[in-house]
C-alpha cells in the first residue's frame, strides 16, 4: 500500500539500456530494432471496501436534534451567567471607586 508502483520499462524506446559489466562498470548496448512490445497483464480491478453504514430511524433523529439544543441551551446559559457574573463584579468594583473616592476627598 506505502511502496511506490513503477510501471514497466518500455521495450520499445530507443534510449540506450545501461547493463553491468562483471567489473561494475556501466556499459550502454542499444536495443534491438524488430523487437515487439511486451505485453502486460491487466491490472487487477480494486475491490471497494465494504463500510457499514448508519442508519438513523426518525425517532433517533429527533433525540439527536433534541440533545444538540440541550447541549446549545445549557452551554449558552453558563456562558451567560459568567457574563453575568463579570458585569456584576466590574459594577461592585466601580461603586466602590466613586465610595472611596468621594470618602477621601471629604475629608480634606
Known sequence: MFTPKYPA???ASTAPVPV?????????????VAQAPAVQAPAPASVA???PSVHISPAGAGLAVA?????????????VSMLLAVAITATSVAVCA???RSLLTNNR
Not at 553491468?20 to 534491438?32: D, S
Not at 440533545?67 to 456562558?79: M, P
Open 9 to 11: 520499462p518500455d521495450q
Open 20 to 32: 553491468v559489466t562483471t567489473l561494475g562498470r556501466t556499459a550502454h548496448q542499444a536495443p534491438a
Open 49 to 51: 471496501a465494504s463500510r
Open 67 to 79: 440533545g444538540g439544543a440541550a447541549a446549545v441551551l445549557i452551554v449558552g446559559a453558563v456562558l
Open 98 to 100: 466613586v465610595v472611596l
